[in-house]
């Protein structure tokens, strides 16, 4: 039997929904109904762990989300979360997800949300599937800013209102630009 092998090959990869104002929830709940892109994220994410704050959690409709290991980050160590695997630390929660990803043979983990674990998790993605919302709500919970020199686009797909989805958004895949330096 081989040994597990803790891959480097495991992705962290963010996964969000934002309005042209950084907006990404209100009141605990998304600003938009936006069936097309609901249908993006179970595609994506299914089958790979998913890390959220306790939040994002108790937004569910359901709990946990079926097919994806839920990973639940609280400051909270008495917390319990049905169904998933609670961690206060993000380092914990990443190791347990990438170990996790390794022994199904996942090739990314994601980070769902909310706005605090978005921060935590920006400065070690490799990746974000990032859907932009063609609209400015008000709200309570912010996307942080992307340095534009840290991202390259390396796909994007356009989704028209209608046919549930409260706006137009546009669904882009952002990856990490290497800097390789000589010594």
Request: hydrophobic share 40%; aromatic share 10%.
């Amino acid at each position: 039997m081989e040994p597990i092998s803790m891959s480097a090959d495991v992705k962290l990869c963010l996964i969000a929904a934002r309005a042209r104002n950084n907006v990404i929830g209100s009141g605990g709940d998304l600003p938009w109904k936006l069936k097309s892109d609901l249908s993006f994220f179970k595609t994506a994410t299914l089958g790979c762990p998913i890390i959220m704050g306790r939040k994002t959690w108790e937004s569910l409709p359901v709990r946990p989300l079926k097919g994806r290991e839920n990973i639940v980050m609280t400051r909270d160590w008495a917390y319990n979360a049905d169904g998933a695997r609670v961690y206060s630390s993000f380092a914990a929660a990443t190791n347990s997800a990438r170990a996790v990803a390794a022994r199904t043979d996942a090739d990314k983990v994601f980070v769902i949300g909310g706005e605090a674990i978005y921060k935590l998790a920006l400065p070690l993605a490799d990746r974000i599937y990032l859907t932009e919302v063609d609209a400015e709500p008000d709200g309570d919970a912010y996307f942080p800013e992307l340095d534009a020199n840290d991202w390259q686009e390396t796909s994007a797909e356009q989704y028209d209102a209608g046919n549930g989805n409260d706006f137009a958004f546009k669904i882009r895949q952002l990856d990490r630009v290497s800097v390789f330096t000589s010594r």
